[in-house]
């Protein structure tokens, strides 16, 4: 049965796209069926990552919500963006339904709105069109009516956050709201902390303020900065720290959806 797996962050500029998208090739190199949707309609930006040019989208999560589409029109196969590096061979695939980046359609849907059903509509449409592992929802940060529904039906929730005030306060009422939506399962990431950190001190300290495990903490990188977001770090860096807690966070996460199924058969 494919899991849908929610990334948030209450404030902006917490690095989620990136996130999302090197666990989502991490998976797909391992040899999983994962999909990634852009739900972040306001501010979409995941598609760079894969070298997805804006001109050559067609169709986007958009016209699906305005019924010009079915959503695996807007699904575009990014496989290739992990085969970059000629030693890289992936048994499995990856898919990226994008939002539009015209300004015309943005100021719409902020205008408008859409059909928050036929979002939920598209995510079970999407997973068994494709024959989807995983479905990756990349979020609005903040919360409203399409985040609430993303955190309801996921079935483990991701919140990623930096060591930071405002973030500590923001994810406090994104983890009560989770909670009264009975989320099964919620993990954080910290990111864009400082090396010098205590990092297992960290982790503690978050893990007690918020009764939540923390999946792993990334630290802030000149790498990353440099990259820019063109392309996917944990291929252009395979051996950096990112990278490696990126693996093992995606295995806490099949790990994680493996117990939920074991608890639901019995």
């Known amino acids: ?109 902020l205008r408008e709105g859409y059909d928050v059903v036929r979002l939920n509509d598209g995510f079970q449409e999407l ?27 996921s079935n483990v929730l991701v919140i990623i956050l930096r060591p930071d005030n405002q973030d500590f306060q923001g994810t406090a009422v994104t983890v009560d709201v989770a909670r009264k939506l009975r989320v099964p399962k919620m993990l954080l990431v910290i990111n864009k902390a400082l090396p010098s950190l205590n990092f297992p001190d960290l982790q503690e300290q978050v893990e007690k303020i918020y009764n939540v495990s923390v999946a792993g903490i990334l630290p802030l990188s000149e790498e990353v900065v440099q990259l820019a977001s063109n392309g996917i770090f944990s291929l252009h860096y395979p051996q950096h720290l990112i990278t490696q807690t990126i693996k093992e966070m995606t295995e806490k996460i099949a790990g994680v959806v493996e117990k939920q199924e074991v608890g639901t058969k019995s």
């Open 127 to 153: 997973i068994h069109t494709l024959k989807l592992d995983y479905l990756f929802i990349d979020t609005h940060p903040g919360l409203n009516e399409e985040t609430l529904l993303s955190i309801g039906i």
């Open 1 to 109: 049965m494919a899991q849908i797996i929610a990334v948030h962050s209450f404030r902006g500029g917490t690095g989620k796209s990136n996130l999302i998208a090197n666990m989502a090739s991490t998976m797909a190199l391992g040899g999983q069926r994962v999909g990634i949707i852009d739900t972040d309609i306001q501010s979409p930006g995941i598609h760079v990552i894969f070298g997805l040019n804006e001109n050559k989208i067609n169709r986007a999560l958009n016209d699906y919500l305005w019924g010009l589409c079915d959503i695996k029109d807007a699904a575009y196969d990014v496989t290739n963006a992990l085969l970059s590096d000629q030693l890289n061979t992936s048994t499995g695939s990856l898919y990226l339904v994008p939002s539009s980046i015209k300004a015309g359609e943005i100021a719409r849907v």
